[in-house]
């Protein structure tokens, strides 16, 4: 009886942190995670993304904010209604001493606080490589101010950093393949997903699902194209699984002249070679969510291995509208002859629009599999390049 | 190849880009000045964006276009790495004017490293030493004051002017005469006469009692009368003097950021947003916040806050801003401009906001009385 009373008190001391499932959410999911447990905080998330969430986050917000932030907003209403000690929301602004992330993140913790009422306290730590040249000191303040509101020992302290990097690690592995399993994908020897569904004597279609991590890999959001595209009998890779060197390359390319299509492995040129031909050090696509997307794109309009490219955007998102523009003008520039299907989701996207336009894609896909090209009569403006609007 | 510059429109700081080059010796022939943008610019412009790119990017493309059609071959642009989408300018315009055929060189311009940028100047300047270009860029800083001081004595002597049209006509010949000089003793010595010109040349009604309105937001649509549809004129002609509170000073003004002692106007603006927004979040969303609130401190009316569509910082600034009106009872008027803005709405909007400014300050006056008003008392700097 004693015990039970001690352990149920113990049980209320936990303190709760709320992980809006949301944004930043699926590109730090392990570390965050694993951090605020080691600590030994309670970990709440919301519920996966609904049309509950939706409808209250496109209340709640501005109108022509993005549409995966109006989700974030959403995701923290339903938070609030779940008895916190903290929220977390990380002013995020960079990583890298040239990489920026969306300036939408740094704002987010303070707009949460003038937006809502009965917000938890916010942990919200800043840390900006690229604007305040923070590193691993500023990460090492980070992490003390955070474990001391859970603990008192920093041997705890240090172990849940070292335990959260290290399964950031793993996830990050995880979540990549290596260019050896891409290449025998890409020759139809192994598929990366479950059996996608196809008539007797038809091959699985291959495309590059393409997107912010937390758009294609949040169900409500992306209205499940995954399931979609696998009943359609397409097998696909997403950006966010691509092998960072590839994309590198890709990017290097942005920023050569004439995109550095004289050279096929411009990443192995001497530095003094290839100072001759880069474009000068302003000349760079700085935000770093935006790496594997404008990357994946160019490597497969480029390599021509596969039979499509699905890329889904969220509408008015800001540094996407850079990213699209260079995959579509890369395409231009080559003659790319990979179709590419550039999807716009939204608050009032319908299931059945996106289900038509999915199919009409797949079955261009199919009939250039069979024939070779894509039929005048189904060329697009700008050849094979698809933009569709759902709303 | 023979390069013949050029650099997008800019608002009345055009001005000042054609004195760089003019001060690096640039001959006159080989600089293409952009002409005032007009409704085909933004066409132009807008055909050949991304379609949610922001409104600024479609016009200074539109701008480029135009003088590079006239025969431009080098461009100036804003590059780097910067928070928000200003940054790559640059580069995405570089990618479009190739994909529309033409030959053109970008040299894109970092202007969070002013050093950096005095190298990138230097490039096209007449075979100029490191100190004799820091010379030439002295006179355009210095320039840059007295053309934010002229702005800020138009936009206060066109709003309680009793000869209408006589400010402008002022402005011109002082903006001639600032254009004029190339010595910098000369300009200092004229930047100290300028107020005492309009004071005399430009008659003003003391007792008109005009309301005080701010302009905050993005600093190409604060600047550029084309995107905000002159904005100050119209407030002018309701009888409003309205001064704006961006300035390219934030990344030109060497002496200051090297100064230890001086106090750029941006980090005061800065300090004062930073309970609502904590850290820098791009372009001037602190900055309209932190100005809002100054400006309630030195009693103004109120504000109008512009931004071109999807912005992403003064997104998140006016997510934030209805909690600053609310603490600091600052009212502030939301204007989204975008290449499809008409000027009846935007007129309509602006006078039912100054009447109702009107009834608040009424309200909160209770029977004190008026103030009589000169440029002494209106300016704060």
Redesign the interface.
């Known amino acids: 009886m004693v015990e039970s009373d001690s352990t149920k008190h113990r049980k209320k001391q936990k303190k709760r942190v709320g992980f809006p499932r949301a944004l930043l959410y699926y590109y730090f999911d392990a570390m965050w995670e694993s951090f605020f447990e080691a600590l030994g905080a309670e970990v709440v998330l919301s519920s996966p993304t609904s049309k509950i969430t939706k409808d209250r986050g496109v209340l709640e ?2 109108d ?2 993005c549409y995966s932030t109006k989700l974030y907003h959403g995701h923290v209403l339903e938070l609030i209604e779940k008895d916190l000690d903290y929220i977390f929301a990380p ?1 995020f ?1 960079s990583r890298r001493k ?3 992330g ?3 993140f ?6 949460l606080k ?2 809502k009422v009965n917000l938890p306290p916010v942990i ?1 730590p ?1 840390y ?1 490589t ?2 305040e040249n923070h590193g691993f000191w500023r990460l090492v303040i980070i992490i003390f101010e955070i474990g001391f509101k859970f603990t008192k020992n920093p041997f705890r302290i240090i172990y849940a950093a070292l335990k959260a990097r290290r399964n950031h690690r793993i996830a990050i592995r995880n979540k990549s393949i290596d260019e050896e399993t891409l290449n025998k994908w890409e020759n139809s020897e192994i598929l990366l997903n479950d059996a996608p569904v196809v008539e007797d004597g038809e091959t699985p279609l291959k495309v590059a699902l393409i997107g912010h991590t937390y758009l294609i890999n949040d169900r409500f959001a992306s209205l499940d194209v995954r399931q979609k595209l696998q009943k359609l009998g397409v097998d696909v890779v997403t950006s966010e699984q691509m092998p960072r060197n590839l994309l590198e390359r890709q990017l290097l390319r942005l ?1 050569m002249e004439n995109y550095g299509l004289d050279f096929s492995e411009p990443e192995k040129l001497t530095k003094k070679e290839l100072k001759k031909h880069l ?9 770093e969510f935006e790496h594997e997307i404008v990357g994946t794109a160019m490597h497969y309009l480029e390599n021509n291995t596969i039979d499509g490219i699905l890329m889904l955007v969220n509408f ?7 990213s ?3 995959a579509k ?1 890369f395409a ?2 080559i003659k790319a002859e990979t179709p590419m299907a550039i999807l716009t989701l939204d608050a009032h996207t319908g299931e059945a629009g996106f289900q038509t336009r999915l199919e009409a894609f797949s079955d261009i896909l199919r009939m250039k599999k069979s024939t070779g090209t894509i039929p005048e009569s189904v060329k697009s403006v700008s050849g094979s390049i698809f933009e569709m609007g759902l709303s | 190849m023979e390069s013949y510059v050029t650099y997008p429109h800019f608002g009345p700081l055009t001005l000042l880009f054609k004195a760089i080059f003019q001060e690096l010796e640039v001959p006159e022939e080989r600089i293409i000045n952009p002409s005032p943008p007009s409704k085909r610019t933004l066409e132009i412009g807008s055909e050949n ?6 409104t600024p990017f479609k016009l200074s493309l539109g701008s480029l276009i135009e003088c590079i059609e006239r025969g431009a071959n080098h461009v100036f642009q804003i ?7 200003a ?2 300018y ?3 315009q ?3 004017t ?2 529309l055929g033409y030959d053109v060189k ?5 202007y969070h490293l002013p050093l950096e940028m005095m190298k ?1 100047l230097r490039s096209v300047s007449n075979n100029f030493s490191a100190w004799q270009s820091i010379k030439a860029l002295r006179k355009i800083w210095v320039k840059n004051y007295s053309l934010d001081l002229t702005e800020h004595l138009i936009n206060f002597y066109r709003g309680v002017e009793i000869e209408k049209g006589k400010t402008d006509k002022v402005a011109k010949e002082v903006y001639d005469k600032l254009f004029s000089i190339r010595k910098v003793k000369e300009v200092k010595r004229f930047h100290k006469q300028i107020p005492g010109i309009f004071k005399k040349e430009v008659q003003i009604d003391e007792d008109a009692d005009p309301l005080k309105i701010g302009i905050i937001g993005e600093i190409y649509v604060v600047l550029e009368p084309m995107l905000h549809l002159d904005l100050y004129r119209r407030l002018n002609n309701l009888g409003v003097i309205c001064r704006n509170t961006v300035s390219l000073k934030k990344f030109t003004d060497l002496p200051a950021k090297l100064n230890p002692f001086v106090k750029e106007y941006y980090k005061i603006y800065r300090e004062k947003a930073r309970p ?8 001037d ?1 602190q900055e309209s916040i932190g100005a809002t609130i100054l400006l309630r401190e030195l009693g103004w009316d109120g504000m109008v806050h512009v931004w071109p ?2 912005c ?2 003064e ?6 801003i ?2 600053v009106t609310n603490d600091y009872g600052m009212p502030v008027l939301p204007m ?1 401009v975008d290449e499809q803005t008409g000027e009846a709405g935007f007129q309509t909007r602006l006078e039912a906001y100054v009447d109702m400014l009107k009834i608040k300050r009424e309200n909160e006056r209770q029977g004190k009385p008026k103030e009589k008003i000169s440029w002494e008392t209106f300016n704060y700097d």
């Open positions: 917000t501005l022509d904010e002013r602004a040239r990489e920026v969306c300036p939408k740094v704002a987010l913790a303070d707009i003038y937006t919200g800043y900006s690229s604007r920023s474009l000068g050090s302003n000349d760079y696509l700085y935000f008015i998102c800001g540094p996407v509208s850079v699209m523009e260079y003008l231009k520039k | 964006s991304p379609e949610w790119m922001c590059g780097g790495i910067g928070t928000c989408r940054s790559c640059g580069p995405v570089r990618v479009i190739e994909d970008y040299t894109n311009i970092d990138d609502y927004i904590q850290q820098y979040c791009g372009g969303g569509f999807s992403m910082p997104l998140s600034a006016q997510s934030v209805p909690s989204i």
